[in-house]
């Protein structure tokens, strides 16, 4: 088995990626392991483009499997809505796509209960910024053991656990419609809880299974699979600017877990980062452009707005010394690097340490608002000449001496720069080392 991750704060491109090594032919599966909804990638084939949340990114590759693990929380109307899109697509992934029965179900309330949770952050002045998927609530209540299973949906009592847990929720939301005075929506609620539960009829109908003994199969029978990390390393939830994080963990050491496999199988970890740095939601951003205009500029150019809530993303340099804590926490030991055909200014900089109060931090920080500056270096940009390209030998010298500086950079860690990608397209990439 192999892991693609996102080594920044997710929206690096790993869909596209990700596509890529299932067009290889080496693998048979690609397997969702944590996250949910949250996650957004934008997949194109020939003219047809598919942007997906939930359900795998191999969607449009006829021959793969797709597995959500038990790690995901599985926004079922979302799930549905995509099956659906992918069979009008001319993509029906019905007999190909597998879900935990261990993975678990996002209940209609989950989302009200994230903004609510928001809008108590937001008196605080302390907003995470989640995407209103209900991600931190199904999270909490799977560690709570309140949580309903995937596999649940197919027993008797299941209308009777959702009732409890439902009561539950509500009493929440009361709680905090009194004490903060978040507004409950009921129209909102009951047409969620409709949509809900059509879904869930939906569901019924495809294949709910023990993933971990078909991964287990699988492996057996020599075949290989490809674990698909949503997010990025610096939104885990132990090792990211916590709270300014999602709920699961979106290292490579989760794939175990989430997956119900023994990391004796996990082989290659290909870590996937832009050739600048974004983040969309709160928290701190230490190499952010200091040039507002510029950062638009990128914005726009990089199409910087979320996959799945429409919110510009923050734009910021590489930053070197997050991507060697997100390489040395991942165990990457392949890289790719996308967008490099955006860059859009004569000079860029890289971000190479971080500084609290004029003293060079020598560990990453327990909390990124420590940081009050940052090193820097200066390099040469290369404006848009390398949109597209496809040969190494074709670049424009910037961007190779961009590239070189980056694998001296990091020539300490074991980790080599496979590929380039110059554009959106699936042939917009280069490989390198
Ligand atoms: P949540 O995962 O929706 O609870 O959001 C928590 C934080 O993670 C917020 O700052 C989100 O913007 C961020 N986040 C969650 N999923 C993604 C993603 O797929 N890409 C980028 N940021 C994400
Ligand atoms: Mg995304």
């Avoid at 449009?60 to 926004?75: A, H, M, R």
């Avoid at 959702?162 to 009921?186: R, T, V």
């Avoid at 799945?308 to 690097?337: H, V």
Wanted: aromatic content about 10%.
């Amino acid at each position: 088995m192999d892991v693609v991750v996102g080594l920044q704060w997710g929206d690096e491109g790993k869909g596209k990626n990700i596509d890529g090594l299932l067009s290889n032919g080496v693998y048979s599966a690609v397997a969702r392991f944590q996250g949910g909804a949250n996650a957004g990638h934008t997949i194109k084939m020939g003219k047809v483009t598919f942007i997906g949340h939930i359900v795998p990114s191999g969607c449009l590759q006829k021959k793969i499997e797709l597995y959500i693990g038990n790690g995901v929380v599985v926004d079922v109307v979302s799930l549905i809505k995509e099956v659906e899109q992918l069979k009008d697509l001319g993509y029906d992934v019905t007999s190909r796509l597998y879900i935990s029965n261990r993975a678990k179900l996002v209940s209609y309330l989950h989302p009200f209960l994230d903004q609510a949770d928001e809008y108590r952050r937001s008196k605080l002045g302390t907003k995470v910024g989640s995407t209103s998927r209900g991600i931190g609530p199904i999270y909490s209540d799977v560690r709570a053991r309140r949580a309903l299973l995937i596999g649940d949906i197919l027993s008797l009592d299941f209308e009777q656990k959702e009732k409890i847990l439902s009561e539950f929720h509500l009493n929440l939301l009361n709680m905090y419609q009194e004490k903060y005075g978040f507004e409950i929506d009921l129209k909102k609620i009951k047409e969620a809880r409709e949509k809900w539960d059509n879904a869930i009829k939906e569901l019924k109908k495809l294949q709910i299974c023990n993933l971990s003994f078909l991964i287990q199969k699988r492996l057996k029978e020599g075949k290989n699979i490809l674990a698909e990390g949503a997010q990025g390393a610096m939104l885990d939830i132990d090792f990211g600017d916590y709270p300014n994080v999602t709920s699961s963990n979106t290292l490579p050491a989760n794939v175990c877990l989430g997956l119900g496999v023994s990391h004796t199988y996990l082989r290659d970890i290909y870590g996937v980062i832009k050739a600048y740095t974004t983040k969309v939601g709160g928290g701190n951003f230490p190499s952010r452009m200091k040039d507002g205009a510029l950062e638009k500029l990128f914005q726009k150019a990089g199409n910087e707005f979320g996959a799945t809530t429409g919110r510009p993303r923050m734009c910021g340099w590489l930053d070197l010394f997050a991507l060697r804590y997100a390489i040395s926490l991942s165990g990457a030991n392949k890289i790719f690097i996308n967008k490099a055909d955006i860059c859009l200014s004569d000079k860029i900089k890289v971000v190479t340490g971080y500084k609290q109060n004029g003293k060079i931090l020598k560990e990453f920080p327990l909390y990124l608002n420590q940081v009050t500056d940052v090193v820097t270096e200066e390099i040469l940009g290369w404006g848009n000449k390398n949109y597209g390209v496809h040969d190494k030998k074709k670049i424009s010298k910037e961007l190779a001496s961009y590239l070189n500086y980056i694998k001296n950079k990091l020539s300490d860690l074991n980790v080599k720069i496979v590929s380039i990608g110059t554009g959106p397209d699936r042939d917009h990439f280069f490989k390198w080392d």
